[in-house]
């Protein structure tokens, strides 16, 4: 009889790497038979390792008492091998011995010498790779079957390569070509890599941001699976992509020369940015032009940033320098367009802009006492730019004007110039040219001593006035009407008789408001009593429970408009918009969007003159009269747009606020 033998294996084995070669030896025992062989074959994946089985096939009666095998392997692909006992061995009661050694993993499976290894599998090996190994060969030598000679068992295969299942993933950058880590190596190109499925590893960038050249760089925004900048990803198990997100960026160099300065400070700007470019003239200077990525004179300029830039602006003494419009004009003040008083977010063009000069001095002292040598130029202070003069007083220097500017914008203040201090200069106003083609009549009703309604347009819609007086307006002066026979007859100008889009506008002072169940006009075509249709109407009314409202409407049967509640106090100015844009009729009060209905139907043409103060009807007198006053009266044959309401009223209603007003320079004559 022979005793069970076992094998001491040193602690440290499980962790150490090996590598693979199975031997089969005998061991001493009673023969039992001959002819047996020894075969090994792939079990099962798990994860990062993989089972192998050692199966024995002996014919009966030959089946051996014990076996010992070697399996050989590289060590450095290797963590760790264990093998367990199999179910026919297991069956059989064997124990199972094993001894670890470089490269090399020795077992024994023995039992009492009168009981056989049965045939099938008789050990399970599993392999474990080492991090970032997918395959390695595992050979199966030195095979013996238990007997008193140790006659040998032969191979069925001398081994097989152990390959674990892996996923191509790819890790890159958009764009492409920056620097990256996947589990603490660096890259600057994208990798692919061969990853087992459940594996956890470490994508990072690590450098943001990254150069790109000489005024370029790239900032990390994100990783395209939402992960931190640094974070562990788990292998899938599908062929997956990770992309690290960089925002490319480009320098924007801007300065200024002496007299001025420029914004917005040199930076970097995201590619594809709008940027706006701004410059203010010290006093006693002028923005003479942009050069480099912005050229010209227009200011602010807006420069779409698609590359490393470099903008500069430049100024000269406004004492006689080459840029001053005339050598004939002494004097000169910048006025500055205060950008916070522009609403929206994109500028306003030939934007009339009221210059109201309570008092000034220097006008006074060195204008014409009739004004005519006044002039306005853009930022330049070359280009003259149209204007109108509504009241110029002489002893004050008091100027109340209009300028057609080129360019108002709501995120950079807009320079212009006032010229002045010419004895032999005759009028330098363009009055008609300061309202774009789109205004049909403008009529800003006089000095407030006199009432004059004169359109301002090259239309020639001028009013006339029927019992209506002059009163101090909003802006300057306004029209006073009594509610009882005052109105003003603005004509059936064909510009006028507005059948689609259309913007209406007043400044209105109620007085009284109208009786119980009446409307008051205030600036309208009319109701045309052989039709019983009334065209476009800003309206006062009173409804039979005494409620106040406003209303912009047109009647072709039936009414469509929209109507607001009228809660303005009474004696108190307020400016009043209604726009038809070809799906909506809107009403604005002070500026503000307040009502408005969505309906298609433009507006009709009674017929009827277009009338202030009250209801015209087709040569039958003026009815629904209005008690209070109006002011800077105007119809454009477009609508409006939100933003260029709001700026008229932050422009009318607070002049100060809009502009300020430089110091005055002298040419040096």
């Not at 199966?140 to 152990?162: E, K």
């Not at 450098?207 to 990390?220: A, C, F, K």
């Not at 002496?258 to 203010?280: F, K, M």
């Not at 913007?503 to 009284?512: H, K, L, Q």
């Amino acid at each position: 009889m022979h005793a069970d033998v076992h094998w001491d294996m040193p602690p440290s084995f499980l962790v150490r790497a090996f590598s693979l070669v199975v031997i089969l030896i005998a061991f001493c025992g009673p023969v039992l038979g001959q002819g047996g062989s020894l075969a090994l074959s792939f079990g099962a994946s798990q994860g990062s390792s993989v089972t192998l089985n050692l199966s024995l096939t002996s014919p009966a009666g030959g089946e051996p008492a014990g076996i010992q095998w070697t399996l050989t392997y590289a060590p450095s692909n290797v963590v760790s091998i264990t093998a367990s006992a199999g179910a026919s061995a297991t069956a059989a009661s064997k124990s199972i011995s094993c001894n670890a050694g470089t490269g090399s993993y020795a077992c024994l499976i023995a039992g009492p010498n009168s009981t056989a290894i049965q045939n099938g599998v008789v050990a399970v090996v599993t392999v474990t790779l080492a991090p970032g190994v997918t395959g390695v060969a595992v050979e199966v030598t030195n095979t013996l079957g238990a007997s008193p000679n140790g006659t040998a068992l032969p191979i069925s295969g001398a081994g097989v390569t152990v390959t674990l299942a892996t996923v191509p993933i790819t890790v890159t950058t958009s764009p492409s070509g920056l620097a990256f880590t996947v589990d603490g190596t660096s890259y600057a190109a994208s990798q692919i890599f061969q990853w087992i499925p459940g594996t956890n590893h470490m994508i990072a960038v690590t450098t943001s941001p990254q150069s790109g050249g000489t005024g370029i760089q790239d900032l990390y925004a994100s990783w395209s699976d939402g992960g931190a900048q640094s974070h562990s990803v788990t292998a899938p198990s599908s062929a997956t992509t990770y992309t690290a997100d960089f925002t490319t960026q480009f320098f924007l160099t801007t300065s200024a020369g002496s007299g001025g300065t420029i914004s917005p400070a040199s930076e970097w700007v995201n590619s594809g940015a709008s940027v706006p470019i701004g410059a203010t003239a010290n006093s006693g200077y002028q923005f003479t032009g942009f050069t480099g990525a912005v050229t010209g004179t227009t200011n602010p300029a807006s420069l779409m940033v698609n590359a490393p830039a470099a903008v500069t602006a430049s100024f000269s003494s406004s004492s006689g320098g080459s840029n001053w419009y005339s050598a004939s004009w002494s004097y000169q003040k910048a006025i500055t367009i205060n950008h916070a008083e522009v609403s929206g977010s994109s500028n306003l063009t030939d934007f009339p802009a009221l210059i109201s000069l309570a008092a000034d001095p220097d006008l006074a002292a060195h204008a014409q006492s009739s004004g005519n040598d006044i002039l306005f130029t853009d930022a330049s202070g070359i280009n003259k730019l149209n204007h109108e003069i509504e009241t110029y007083n002489t002893t004050s220097g008091q100027l109340i004007a209009w300028v057609q500017v080129p360019s108002v914008s709501p995120v950079a203040d807009t320079v212009i110039y006032m010229y002045y201090g010419n004895p032999s200069a005759v009028s330098q106003q363009s009055r008609t040219l300061v309202w774009d083609a789109n205004y049909q009549g403008v009529w800003h009703l006089g000095n407030g001593v006199t009432l004059n309604a004169t359109d301002s347009t090259s239309n020639a819609n001028n009013g006339v006035s029927s019992n209506a007086s002059a009163a101090a307006g909003e802006i300057g002066g306004g029209a006073s009407f009594n509610g009882g026979n005052a109105s003003v007859d603005l004509g059936g100008g064909s510009g006028l008789r507005i059948t689609g889009p259309i913007t209406a506008e007043a400044w209105i002072n109620v007085t009284v408001w109208p009786a119980n169940g009446y409307p008051a006009g205030l600036l309208g075509m009319g109701y045309s009593y052989a039709s019983g249709w009334t065209g476009w109407m800003l309206e006062a009314v009173t409804d039979n429970g005494g409620n106040h409202y406003l209303s912009w409407a047109s009647n072709n049967g039936a009414p469509h408009g929209v109507t607001i509640p009228g809660t303005l106090a009474t004696g108190a100015w307020h400016h009043l918009a209604g726009v038809f844009d070809g799906s909506a009729w809107r009403m604005y009060l002070d500026g503000a969007a307040n009502g408005s209905s969505a309906d298609g139907t433009a507006p009709v043409n009674t017929g009827d003159d277009v009338v202030a103060g009250g209801l015209s009807t087709n040569g039958f007198g003026t009815i629904f009269l209005f008690n209070g006053l109006l002011d800077e009266l105007r119809v454009s044959n477009t609508a409006r747009s939100s933003d260029w309401i709001a700026t008229e009223y932050h422009n009318q209603s607070s002049p100060g606020h809009f502009v300020s007003v430089g110091s005055a320079q002298s040419s040096g004559k």
